[in-house]
């Protein structure tokens, strides 16, 4: 399959065709049009006929998708037919071929028409390759036409320059003529070396919305033909006519070759001829163009529409054609393919089907319309397009309309009705594929949607910060539904606020905000539903000028409700020229309904966490007090989301000048009940205290005020004392431990005893007997009090008890009272992997060292 040395490669182009029948036509419409475009009509014949015959034997034997590539040689052209599962048989003889069996005949017919052919096999793919010698010298015909008059010819009133760029594979300018300076305005030296985005003013181009391709994806395709804007040196754009082919060297090297014209000298370089000139292609256009059309790939809508109207308009030789396609509902037709007229703002507009004026409204049969001047409404899409006259043809499928296929011209009465018959019959060729291909668009619209949905839903739960919410919303909307977003919440004084601005560049938001900030905040209004919003568009010329895109895009606004009260607006937009489309609007309203739901949610919670969290903090102690010669530390913490206060709680208060009381105690359960009771615990115990009351009385009492809470009553575990200072420096408690775990001592030999004896619990009889017991702490001694949160810490079948929490105080000997503490709970952290499901106080009272 290896050239001869001194052939060079100078196109190459592959298409891959699906194992079914009409692929064996699409491979012979792909070969018949690479060949013509590359001027080798003489060979097209033969070609066609190899092509034919070995796509249909892959395709029937292989049973597996097949590659076909034409490879142009500076004197030949090579077709490549490639398939995966080879049999690895050799092919027959020549001399033995049966002119009855159907098998083989393809490599029959390159064995005898073509200059060279070839089999080759690897591990994975068989290749049958054929090679045709183009003519030398003399002259082929690709584009002809008759002798015209003078007067009709294209005009020019300067000498027409054609710039030739070439250009490598990172798009580097590698070749520019002297044509090519003068149109841009630079030399060769200043030229060689730029990329050739930098040389076209793109932003200011609409007319490249005929291919819907960005620049750099345009430069990608293997020929292209159109008009844009190129940058000139003195910064102006100036409009031209350009033909970009793709090339490789030898070296397999891609590069591209630029041709370009002043736009007034289109006709130099158009591979197509214009109406007025009778000019036509060799060979024309044909109806069974249109077998091929859908290709081996099964491309998209858009791609099968925009494939659709570039062969309608070479077919009628038109200067532009149109597809609209029906909506969902099938109540209006949407723009979803244009070439030739350079109205990027048309694509997605909608047209009503019914309401609309004349016979492009019903558009039930193939219309021609002479002169589009005189009919206004005739096609409302081509208005203001230079359009002189057009044709139209009815998409149906089992007898509904579901698009309409138009072509349209310059010139007035440039068709007839032989041209409307054709392009009927093209339109009812492809009208079922259309149909298929919508469909399943529109189901992949669907699944998208609801994924989106359930994805945006996911993640708008996830969160109950405000903020967070906020900006989630935003940043869920761009850039799957919009360029930017904003989101204006309603303030305490019912004023929208802009609290959230998004853009897909984010180097934009800062100026997006400043806009917004400028302007009327969009007003609320009760009924669902997208609105227009003019807001941008009222910053005046100016504002216009310096921020086009952001003011003259399309803008809508959606009203956030929840729970039946607007709680702001959802404000979506585009860039300049970009509509939405309904679908998108449709999907953003069911969306903004999740986002009023989750920022609704995420404030209630915030308000309820906030008022929560305020009630518990008034329930913990204010700031300890300080007993002289004593060091107190405390640990606590409580179980569960949020909490700052559960069932656990404590306190250290002054009762008297030389007397203090303490307490730790842990009610029964966890949240806000438990949090209650102990509120009543702790105000209890000190206003008893500083009535002069003993510590059983003090305890008794507090036992009458838990039952009389009644259904919301808890029993309570408690240890409460009173200390005083013993004149040695010493300190001595009178303490009740009423159902709590017992105090521990640390002598500072390090023995550990536990002090006092359990006595009954509060909060389950009505009376209870309860005695104070003495406990004289001694210099260097430390009490260690907890609740049964740090005795119960458990992990599998192990708990860690109070001869665990001995052991860890026995390790604490001349430790500070906040050293002591921190091991304590240090060790209850580690004691287990999981955290811990119930509340923890740890209180460490130190007697100070003479």
């Known amino acids: 399959m290896d050239p001869e040395p001194d052939m060079v490669v100078t196109a190459k182009v592959s298409a891959t065709f699906a194992p079914e029948g009409r692929s064996v036509a699409a491979a012979r419409s792909f070969v018949r049009q690479t060949l013509t475009d590359w001027d080798a009509v003489v060979v097209v014949d033969d070609a066609v006929l190899l092509v034919s015959e070995l796509v249909t034997n892959a395709i029937v034997h292989a049973g597996t998708a097949t590659e076909v590539s034409c490879v142009r040689y500076d004197s030949a052209v090579q077709i490549e037919v490639v398939d995966r599962y080879p ?53 082929t015909t690709s584009l002809a036409g008759p002798t015209l008059p003078t007067h009709v010819l294209p005009g020019a009133d300067t000498p027409v320059r054609v710039a030739v760029v070439h250009a490598d594979v990172h798009q580097r300018v590698t070749h520019w003529n002297v044509d090519a300076a003068d149109l841009f305005g630079r030399s ?26 960005p620049f750099a994806a345009m430069l990608e395709l293997s020929r292209w033909q159109g008009m844009y804007d190129i940058r000139h040196a003195e910064g102006r754009p100036v409009r031209v006519f350009a033909s970009h082919v793709r090339l490789r060297d030898a070296s397999d090297n891609p590069s591209l070759v630029l041709l370009a014209v002043p736009a007034r000298a289109r006709a130099v370089l158009e591979n197509r001829a214009a109406a007025a000139a009778g000019r036509t292609l060799i060979p024309p256009p044909t109806d069974s163009e249109w077998d091929g059309l859908e ?60 309401t609309s004026i004349g016979r492009f409204g019903t558009v039930r049969m193939p219309a021609v319309h002479d002169d589009l001047e005189a009919e206004q409404d005739a096609v409302p899409l081509l208005t203001g ?69 359930a994805e945006a839903s996911d993640l708008l739960a996830g969160t109950l910060d405000p903020e967070m919410t906020l900006a989630m919303v935003a940043q869920i909307v761009v850039p799957r539904l919009a360029t930017w977003c904003a989101v204006h919440t309603i303030g305490e004084a019912h004023d929208p606020v802009l609290s959230c601005v998004w853009h897909t560049d984010e180097s934009r938001i800062d100026e997006l905000r400043g806009l917004l900030e400028q302007t009327e905040a969009p007003r609320a209004h009760p009924t669902p539903g997208a609105r227009a919003w003019p ?247 430390v009490l260690l009090c907890v609740t049964d949160g740090v005795t119960e810490r458990r992990e599998a079948g192990r708990m860690l008890g109070e001869d ?47």
């Open 535 to 781: 807001g941008l568009r009222r910053l005046g010329a100016e504002a216009a000028a310096q921020h086009e895109d952001l003011v003259t895009g399309d803008v809508v606004a959606l009203p956030l409700v929840a729970r039946g009260r607007g709680i702001g607006m959802l404000t979506l937009g585009n860039g300049a020229g970009q509509r939405f489309r309904r679908e998108t609007l449709e999907l953003a309203e069911d969306l903004s309904r999740r986002a009023a739901l989750a920022m609704d949610n995420a404030r209630l919670y915030s308000e309820r966490s906030a008022t929560s969290q305020a009630l518990q903090r008034s329930l913990l102690p204010p700031e300890l007090p300080r007993v002289p010669g004593l060091d107190v530390e405390v640990v606590y913490q409580a179980s569960g989301e949020s909490n700052e206060v559960g069932g656990d709680f404590y306190d250290l208060f002054a009762i008297a000048p030389d007397l203090w009381g303490f307490a730790i105690g842990d009610v029964c359960g966890t949240g806000p009940e438990a949090a209650a009771v102990t509120g009543l615990a702790r105000q209890a115990l000190r206003l008893l205290a500083r009535e002069g009351m003993p510590v059983p009385a003090v305890l008794q009492r507090l036992n009458a005020a838990i039952l009389d809470e009644g259904p919301r009553s808890r029993f309570l575990t408690l240890l409460h004392g009173h200390i005083t200072v013993r004149d040695d420096g010493g300190m001595r408690l009178n303490l009740v431990s009423a159902g709590h775990p017992l105090p521990l001592r640390l002598r500072p030999d390090g023995v550990v005893e536990q002090v006092a004896t359990p006595q009954p619990l509060l909060g389950v009889l009505d009376e209870v007997d309860l005695v104070a017991e003495s406990v004289d702490l001694d210099p260097g001694d």
């Open 804 to 850: 665990g929490l001995a052991a860890v105080l026995a390790g604490c000997a001349g430790l500070t009272a906040g050293a002591v503490a921190a091991r304590v709970h240090r060790a209850v952290e580690t004691f287990a992997a999981e955290p811990a499901r119930d509340d923890m106080a740890i209180l460490v009272l130190r007697v100070a060292e003479a």
């Open 188 to 213: 060769a030296h200043e030229a060689v070396g730029m990329r050739l985005s930098d040389l076209v003013d793109w932003p200011h181009t609409p007319d490249i919305s005929d291919t819907d391709l």
């Open 385 to 453: 397009t230079g359009m002189g006259s057009a044709v139209t043809a009815p998409l149906k499928v089992e007898g509904r309309l579901t698009g309409t296929l138009g072509v349209a011209s310059e010139d007035r009465g440039h068709f007839d009705n032989d041209a409307a018959a054709r392009l009927q019959r093209a339109a009812d060729r492809i009208s079922l594929s259309v149909e298929s291909a919508r469909l399943s668009e529109l189901e992949r619209v669907r699944r998208g949607s609801l994924s989106f949905l």
């Open 87 to 139: 049999t690895r048989e050799l092919p027959a003889p020549v001399g033995a071929f049966d002119s009855d069996d159907e098998s083989g005949r393809g490599l029959f017919l390159s064995a005898s028409i073509a200059s060279a052919w070839g089999v080759e096999y690897t591990k994975s793919v068989k290749q049958v390759w054929f090679r045709l010698d183009l003519p030398d010298g003399g002259s």
């Open 295 to 354: 290709g081996t790939t099964r491309p998209g809508l858009d791609e099968l529409l925009q494939r659709a109207i570039e062969r309608a308009r070479d077919l009628l030789d038109g200067d532009a054609a149109f597809v609209l396609i029906a909506t969902d509902d099938e109540s209006e037709m949407e723009v979803r393919a244009t070439t030739g007229l350079g109205a990027a703002q048309q694509r997605h507009a909608r047209v009503p089907v019914e």
